[in-house]
């Protein structure tokens, strides 16, 4: 049996993704490679991501927020995103953009400071412009994993105060939007009783807030409980592989050294 590893937000980065397959000597037909989420949004790569994905025999792919707006996108083969392409949406078109021959209207607005504050896109492609192997990939989502040894994967979080199933059915969108369970967990006092859940977990990994805003590129432990390998890889981060019994991990460069002359979000 191999290695189970858990990857952080990927958001396009695939020289990232390429480095942390390399550095933890990842085996494409035994090891199994579950992905935090947000796969989709940020630097202009994510079609090479997906192919990457693709040829990983064994993964678990949790569904992320943007990965979400993605899947609206495919399912309903609307020429705008949900978010119009924005909130790092224009890295995921220009990547299925260049593979598809469509084109990209960007629209950007500016604020009385004359700063752009918002960018979004207008496109010609359509869904069916996507690999059928990819909208297969996105269709694979599931919103939590739970493993044989008790530990559990989310994009976001969860109210801790109630069990996994009633939420899974009342609300399903709290699974990739949730921060408050994080930052619970790094507001309990370790020295404080046990950090209190409806159900009981070995650990629970996590993405979506990046530990960039807790000045730290590293993975993060919260709890004694939660792990965070969200390390920033969609801003100017790293992306994070975590062995899930060792909690050994391995990281790729910090991106905006691996793309110098491209922005991410």
């Keep these: 049996m191999g290695r189970r590893i858990v990857c952080g937000d990927i958001h396009g980065a695939h020289l990232a993704l390429l480095q942390c397959l ?3 000597n990842f085996d494409f037909e035994n090891d199994t490679l579950i992905l935090i989420g947000d796969v989709v949004d940020g630097w202009p790569y994510v079609y090479e991501v997906v192919e990457i ?12 927020n943007h990965d979400d707006w993605f899947l609206d996108f495919l399912k309903d083969g609307y020429s705008r995103h949900p978010r119009m392409w924005g909130q790092g949406g224009k890295g995921t078109l220009e990547s299925y ?8 209207e960007v629209v950007r607005t500016w604020d009385a400071y004359n700063r752009c504050d918002i960018i979004t896109c207008n496109t010609d492609m359509k869904n069916t412009d996507v690999p059928q ?5 996105f269709k694979r989502m599931v919103l939590h994993h739970k493993d ?9 979080g969860f109210d801790r105060n109630h069990y996994i199933d009633y939420l899974t059915f009342a609300n399903p969108q709290d699974f990739y939007w949730n921060r408050k369970l994080w930052d619970e967990a790094l507001s309990h006092k370790q020295n404080d009783r046990k950090f209190r859940m409806a159900e009981d977990f070995k650990r629970v ?3 979506h807030s990046a530990t960039l805003k807790w000045d730290t590129d590293k993975p993060m432990l919260a709890a004694n409980l939660i792990w965070n390998v969200d ?17 050994e991990f391995w990281q790729s460069d910090c991106v905006k050294e691996l793309y110098p002359n491209e922005d991410g979000r």
């Excluded at 953009?97 to 990209?104: E, K």
């Excluded at 044989?148 to 976001?156: E, I, K, T």
């Excluded at 390390?231 to 909690?247: E, N, R, S």
């Design 148 to 156: 044989f040894r008790s530990n559990f994967f989310v994009h976001g």
């Design 133 to 137: 192997t990819h909208h297969n990939f």
């Design 205 to 207: 990994f996590i993405g």
């Design 53 to 64: 994905l693709l040829k990983c025999k064994n993964i678990i792919f949790i569904k992320g």
């Design 231 to 247: 390390t920033g890889a969609g801003w100017k981060g790293k992306l994070t592989f975590m062995d899930v019994d060792t909690y």
């Design 22 to 24: 390399e550095r933890s």
């Design 97 to 104: 953009v260049r593979y598809s021959g469509h084109s990209i």
